[in-house]
């Protein structure tokens, strides 16, 4: 215990002493024990590697394909179309030649830079975009600066994994009048050839007429092979001249388009032939617009930084336009599958349906589009409604593992969707979406539970033989969370049913009313019907308290507290702790509340950009589930916003002692401002 705290105090300062923070940009100058932050769309997701002009890997949202033949769907790791070769008078630049090399993560404009000197030939930096604009596509912005005359190489590859089947590299420059462009492409299988996937890359210009082949440098072709396809050009730079050119590649698949090849093709060539200008102005205005919805912390740099870190992952990971949900991982790497679980309702979901309630209407709309599905799996499981997959693909099917258990037995997923799907309209009042998405959803849920509850001799009602939140307890009865959010689901779907005057099957209220809340004989609620004080995984019984507002008296409040906290597994997910963080903001207690919201997610950094992990022993980024965890501290917690049937309303906010004052801005439809001071 004593090794792992000071691991995680030397990795802070580590961070702190190399990063020049301000509240937009982060920034290192050290290499060394590196986790990269993504840039992402919400189609794609780019991870930078530390590595001069390599990136770790591209993944493809909503794209799957069998991990093995006989295992369960995996999110594809894209075609890399973002590693290069610069070589500069015959040397090819590396770690090893260079100097002054640097980092930066612009959160506010979502690029991703490196610069670095070469000897005291040139200065060189570029730019890493995910294109808001267009979804599709990275664009890699490049500025060589001559210190001297200079002969520089430029080498773009698309490499494709080795998992891939069937690949087909080619070049080819299209013709359409005076108008050429050059495209470097691959074409592949999926792994089990589920998906055809085609990658399209370009060099750009940007001082020359890039449609001009009479301006363009020569540009040479080696496939390596099929697997490692290149285009290079050479040009000599003149003492304080500058080369600037961009590299850009698109990557289409079968799960989107029926011709991806063509597509990428056309993403390309649009990107070849808008200027730059325009088209980063149209990238920046997209994400000023995703701004608009922010969290200002003034008097602690840190926090502020931490904050806008986690809410600029949920923005990139999301797009209101795609009715695509966000795996825990987002689109930084393959960790779940890139499947989709509880943590997009519970804990993303949250945050974004206050601040962007585009992103938020496809999360929910990704559910409904699968509903369904759901149906289906009620039926096949002897309920009724609907009942949705622990772990969901493209499909709508249950895409866990047969083995884990939560896949067959964590059932109050169901319940999750369906207070995800009411806290949407709560916020919006968008009537036309309730009535041909929400209340149809609700309704299904709200039968799902009344079958899948057992009335007891005395009335009540258990659901019996689940996993509950805490995994650590599986295939018990009346576990506390999995009641608490049946019950709570079951209130929603009455309401629906009333405003869209409909009429509520009787037994949901009947139901909702009589589930069965376990207790210890001192009022501590119990997380089972056996507990018996073991060790849990993540919080469980205090969700009962938020967000779901099943216990409510103070009392019993603060006993769940003080007998589950000690309880939390040291190994768990950090967002356990962001709950009781909301919880005791909301009683009025700051210190604890900012105690807590530092635990859910500070062991979880790793430098040099503090990119949060799931667990504080692991290095995966970028955990957005724990994002959505520390953002709900701030905005539910501190902040005293809360979701009501009157819509977003505040109540009792309190800030800890280190910060100044904190500012919500753009919440909800009315793009409200809220404002706390010390």
């Known amino acids: 215990m004593i090794r792992l705290i000071f691991t995680i105090v030397f990795m802070s300062a580590v961070m702190t002493m190399n990063a020049q923070n301000d509240g937009w940009n982060i920034t290192t100058d050290v290499n060394t024990n590196y986790t990269g932050i993504a840039v992402a769309n919400g189609r794609i997701g780019i991870l930078p590697s530390e590595k001069l002009f390599q990136t770790e890997q591209i993944i493809l949202n909503n794209v799957y394909d069998k991990e093995s033949p006989l295992g369960v769907s995996r999110i594809l790791k894209g075609m890399n179309f973002g590693n290069l070769e610069v070589e500069i008078d015959n040397v090819k630049l590396s770690s090893d030649n260079i100097s002054n090399w640097k980092q930066t993560i612009n959160m506010k404009e979502a690029y991703f830079e490196t610069s670095f000197l070469y000897n005291n030939k040139a200065s060189v930096s570029y730019k890493i975009y995910a294109l808001r604009n267009v979804p599709y596509s990275g664009y890699i912005d490049f500025k060589i600066s001559a210190k001297e005359d200079i002969n520089v190489k430029v080498t773009g590859i698309i490499e494709t994994p080795e998992e891939y089947k069937k690949p087909v590299s080619t070049f080819r420059v299209l013709r359409d009048l005076e108008v050429t462009m050059p495209i470097l492409q691959t074409v592949a299988k999926s792994r089990l050839e589920r998906h055809t996937v085609a990658t399209s890359a370009t060099f750009i210009w940007h001082n020359l007429n890039s449609g001009d082949e009479h301006q363009r440098p020569e540009l040479v072709n080696n496939k390596v092979s099929e697997y490692d396809n290149r285009l290079s050009f050479e040009m000599s730079v003149k003492k304080d001249d500058n080369l600037e050119f961009a590299w850009t590649g698109a990557q289409c698949s079968t799960q989107d388009f029926n011709d991806p090849q063509s597509e990428s093709e056309r993403f390309v060539i649009f990107n070849l032939l808008t200027p730059k200008k325009d088209l980063i102005i149209q990238h920046n205005n997209l994400w000023e617009e995703l701004w608009e919805g922010d969290i200002i912390v003034e008097g602690d740099l840190q926090s502020q930084q931490d904050i806008r870190l986690a809410l600029y992952h949920l923005y990139a990971f999301g797009r209101g336009d795609s009715n695509l949900s966000i795996a825990p991982m987002g689109l930084s790497s393959q960790n779940y599958n890139g499947h989709i679980f509880w943590d997009t309702e519970l804990w993303m979901f949250p945050p974004l349906l206050l601040l962007n309630q585009d992103i938020a209407r496809s999360l929910v709309n990704y559910r409904s589009d699968r509903l369904e599905k759901a149906k289906q799996k009620a039926i096949n499981f002897g309920f009724k409604g609907a009942m949705f997959p622990w772990e969901s693909d493209d499909t709508g099917e249950e895409a866990t593992p047969a083995w884990a258990l939560t896949g067959t037995f964590e059932h109050h997923i169901t319940a999750d969707v369906a207070i995800a799907f009411w806290n949407y309209y709560r916020v919006t009042r968008n009537r036309s979406w309730l009535v041909e998405r929400g209340y149809p959803m609700l309704k299904e849920v709200a039968d ?176 957005a589930t724990g994002a959505g965890g520390m953002l709900q501290t701030v905005l539910f917690g501190f902040a005293g916003l809360h979701l009501t049937e009157e819509g977003i309303i505040q109540k009792a906010p309190i800030l800890p002692k280190q910060w100044n004052s904190l500012t919500i801005k753009g919440v909800g439809p009315d793009k409200e401002n809220y404002t706390v001071k010390n």
């Open 448 to 623: 799902y539970w009344v079958s899948r509850s057992v009335k007891n001799e005395d009335g009540s009602y258990s659901i019996k033989n689940v996993v509950g939140a805490n995994e650590f307890a599986p295939n018990v009865d009346d576990n506390a969370f999995t009641n608490g959010s049946a019950i709570t689901a079951l209130e929603y779907a009455v309401l629906a049913a009333k405003e869209t005057n409909a009429t509520p099957n009787p037994m949901w209220a009947e139901v909702a009313k009589n589930i069965k809340i376990y207790k210890f004989p001192d009022g501590t609620t119990m997380e089972h019907s056996k507990y018996d004080g073991d060790i849990i995984k993540q919080a469980d019984v205090n969700l009962l308290s938020f967000p779901l507002d099943v216990i409510s008296d103070k009392e019993t409040i603060l006993k769940d507290l003080r007998y589950y906290e000690p309880k939390l597994a040291k190994e768990g997910p950090a967002m356990g702790k962001s709950v009781f963080a909301v919880i005791y903001a909301r009683l009025g207690d700051a210190e604890n509340a900012f105690r807590l919201f530092k635990e859910s997610y500070e062991p979880n950094k790793r430098p040099p950009f503090g990119a949060l992990s799931e667990t504080a022993t692991a290095d995966l980024p970028y955990f």
